[in-house]
């Protein structure tokens, strides 16, 4: 509902007012705004204004006349209304040009009318329809708050909203994604909106807002999709960043200007806040799904059910099936700190950081999983990353493990990650003991060969063996008195001595195959060879000696060397 300049002239006390220019626009101005103005007009002008004036001043110097008509023009007025009788007589005719070149609208009223009378009238007919869109605006409210109570979804809700504005709602999350429409959206630009997200277009990111007094349409964003008015609103949390956006596809023959009166603005503004509602007890609930999961699947690998018909209860609560057979895989990143350094202009912490990051991992995890049409139970514990994988006996999971790798890779590709891959089970309490596997198989791995490896729990029986034996104090005492000169002449000289050796003993005593390897002319690897037999006193000709240093070095590389 809108006041026009034509409704303004039907007034009982302007009947004998006469419209010299615009005629054929009364209709299509509206008035939002009256006021009394003499020169100059400068800034006190609002656009849709209607402007009562007595020319004085001006009223018998054309040019000033013609000045002043140009500055109202400018200032986008509704109508000029001008009194004659006492400043001015008659309208110039050059300024009547004027008018009619801007289309804009000149209305001459008798001196006789008092600018108050229209001033009170127009207000109260304004202050009316203001009353009358703002019970409407509220009845939209009400409305929307019930759809939200009774739990309807968004496409019901944007349904609802098109009604209310006239045209086509999308609303989409953060990232620009669709995730609710109206019926009556188009299905070219539906069918578009990806590639629009992939361009850069959706969600516009540029900082161009409509420059309005109206706190609300700042916050509109205007752009064109395939030359067509879209308008972009901002869904917000609490603390003021956008967790999705409101979009209106306005018609071909509709401007924003024209569109954004007061009733859809107010509509825009209980609808952005109806959805904003809806997200955050859409995540609320999310985020209570996804604690108590990983809380289940904590409690799982620690044992720490009284019973297998507490744990599958609790598994079917939560849309687990624990009778399936699973493995337990452990992951952990090797280099996120090093990451964090490079990024963390760009994060508040590394703590927030490092949860972006893991969540971003186990997304690409969740991905694999369903590519491979495979259950899946995660959570993570700080960096370590937990999964119980379906899987069917005699299976490998390398499989699934080189999907995660592979999609990592190209999105996150300096991200290194180690696994440790626990015992299968078919069904029942195995998931402690296979989480207790993996993560002997992780650590294993992880102090034997390094960063960003993978190893099973049954590659680790000869480690667990050594691991065994080296607890006892002689044994470990023989061990450690063994390697410990190698270990100090490799950190003063940094010429990597165990290296040497592991190798030397991998290639079979055959030194030209060690030099190869190593990258080493001959006479250095002797030089080498020689120097660890110095130092250890032992043989390398000597079984019993090669046999001693090569159990030394591997129960210290996967486990004593962390101790030390």
Known sequence: MILTVKDVLNFNFLENARVRTGKEVLADRYVQWVSAIEMPVENFVRKNEVVLSTAIGCGHDLELLKAYVQDIIESEASALMIALGRHIYDIPKEVIELAEKEEFIIVEIPWEVRFSDIIERVMNRLNDLHNLERKKSERVQ????????????????????????????????????????????????IESWNQYIQQGLIPC????????????????????????????????????????????????????ETFLNDFRVNVLEHSVTTIALWLTRKNAIEETKVRLRSDFVQELAKGEFYSWDQAVSRAKLLGYNLHLPYICIVGFPENLDLLFQKRKKEYDSYLHWLDHMIRYIEEEIYYAAQSLKRSIMMTSQGEKLLIFLEIEQNENPSNFLDLVERRLRNLLP???????????????????GSYD???????????????????????????????????TPEIKSIILSTIEPLIQYDS????????????????KGNVSQTARVLNLHRQSLLYRLR?????????????????????????????LSEEE
């Open 414 to 432: 300096e991200v290194v990650i180690s696994w440790g891959i626990g015992q299968y089970h078919e069904t029942g309490m195995g998931f402690k």
């Open 142 to 189: 009400q409305e929307l708050l019930k759809l939200i109570l009774n739990d309807y979804d968004l496409n019901k809700i944007s349904n609802f909203i098109q009604r209310q504005l006239g045209c086509p709602i999308v609303i989409t999350d953060k990232a620009g994604m669709i995730i609710g429409k109206s019926n009556q959206s188009q299905k070219s630009m």
């Open 531 to 559: 120097k660890i037999e110095s130092l250890t006193g032992l043989s390398l000709i000597n079984p019993d000696d090669l046999f001693l240093l090569d159990l030394s070095i591997k129960a210290w590389k996967i486990g």
């Open 205 to 256: 990111r540029k900082e161009e807002y409509i420059l309005e007094h109206d706190p609300m349409i700042r916050k509109i964003q205007n752009m064109y999709l395939n030359q067509q008015s879209v308008l972009q609103l901002p869904v917000l949390q609490a603390s003021g960043d956008a967790q999705g956006y409101l979009y209106v596809l306005l018609p071909h023959n509709i401007t924003y």
């Open 492 to 507: 003063q000289r940094r010429m990597d001595l165990i290296g040497t050796f592991s190798t030397y003993n991998q290639c």
């Open 437 to 471: 596997h993996a993560n002997i198989a992780l650590n294993i791995g992880r102090r034997k060969y390094g960063a960003g490896y993978r190893l099973m729990y049954e590659e680790t029986r000869v480690d667990r063996l050594l691991l065994h034996i080296a607890q």
